[in-house]
């Protein structure tokens, strides 16, 4: 059985199984928007990307390194583009405000994952490479 929690940014699909000795789990999925249909994402789709799929982290990240002129070092996938600098930390903080007090199914459901994680997802969904900061590192 299929379920879609909409409570959730993004929304979180739930498929609920059971192990052949008849135990239920539940399998849990996010379902990312990938809108830009760009052949190659720039750094503003990037952000659009983090902030429809409410990802904090990342939007504080890439909001710190830009505004400390860091791009070059910091982020992954960066190609030296052009880009208004005002413009793009105002879309973040747009998208910081519109993600607040908003859960993720990873926030939910406790599924033991970080955002990092999900990005390579995003990234074989979209058959692109994103910019991202891994600070992980």
Known sequence: MEDIDESTVPFCKLEHEKFDWGEPYTHYDPIFKISPTNRVLTLEDSIVIF????????????????????????????????FDRNKILELIDFY?????????PWEKYHLYTYELFYIS?????ANRKIHFVNWKE
């Open 51 to 82: 902030g429809e799929n409410n990802f904090k982290e990342q939007l504080t990240s890439l909001y710190n390194v830009i505004v400390n002129y860091e791009e070059f070092d910091r982020i992954v996938n960066y190609n030296e583009e052009k």
């Open 96 to 104: 910081i405000k519109e993600n607040e007090g908003k859960l993720t």
């Open 121 to 125: 997802y995003i990234e074989e969904k």
